[in-house]
């Protein structure tokens, strides 16, 4: 795809106005999305959910993009760093769908990934992208517990590193970068 995607917003924040200078300055592309765009390439679709075309960025973690990836029989939801409020939002919208795939929204803080989300994403398998190192208690060890309720396995990418999604024709296959034998 060859570019820098980022969410399509009325007043951007210096940092991300500083990146989108960066890039232009590398030689990179930069195109801005939102809600309704779609990206194809192949099988892959990358539908953009969020932000609303009315997204400020004000709130870059509330307005930040929210992407369904669909390829072949295989439905992904990657949440960013979105919490409850547009969680919320976007089931009141109805762009929430059963998903084999979720991306925990947020590192899985207590402000993310409430109940009726996750009762309508139904995921099989989760990430967590998260540090051991981190201050905030990421993950919320209620987020991992109500992951756990819903049936859906969950990886950590402070335990096993960055964690590759693949669909194959029998189903998901999680590959994890720190776990033995992997040649991710």
């Known amino acids: ?5 980022l969410p399509e917003w009325e007043n951007p924040p210096a940092a991300w106005e ?8 590398a030689g990179i592309p930069v195109r801005t ?15 953009i ?31 960013g760093d979105i919490g409850e409020e547009t969680e919320k ?4 919208l109805g762009m929430l ?4 795939f979720l991306k925990v929204g947020h590192h899985g803080s207590h402000y993310s990934t409430c109940q009726q989300f996750l ?16 201050t905030y208690g990421h993950p919320s060890p209620e987020i991992t517990k109500r992951l756990e309720e819903t049936g859906c396995q969950t990886s950590f990418t402070m335990e096993s590193g960055a964690v590759k999604v693949c669909w194959e024709k029998e189903g998901i296959r999680i590959k994890k970068f720190l776990e033995k034998g992997n040649s991710m």
Do not use: H, W
């Not at 795809?1 to 995607?5: D, I, K, P, S």
């Not at 994403?121 to 051991?132: D, F, G, K, L, W």
């Open 1 to 5: 795809m060859g570019c820098l995607y």
């Open 18 to 25: 500083k990146l989108k200078q960066t890039a232009k300055a």
């Open 33 to 47: 999305l939102k809600e309704g765009d779609c990206l194809n390439a192949g099988k892959l679709q990358l539908q």
């Open 49 to 79: 959910i969020a932000p609303a075309v009315s997204a400020s960025g004000a709130d870059v973690n509330e307005d930040g993009m929210v992407i369904k990836v669909k390829y072949e029989e295989f439905l992904g939801l990657l949440t």
């Open 89 to 92: 939002k976007l089931l009141e």
């Open 97 to 100: 769908e059963d998903v084999d």
């Open 119 to 134: 009762d309508t994403v139904r995921p099989e398998y989760a990430v967590i992208s998260c540090s051991s190192t981190n």
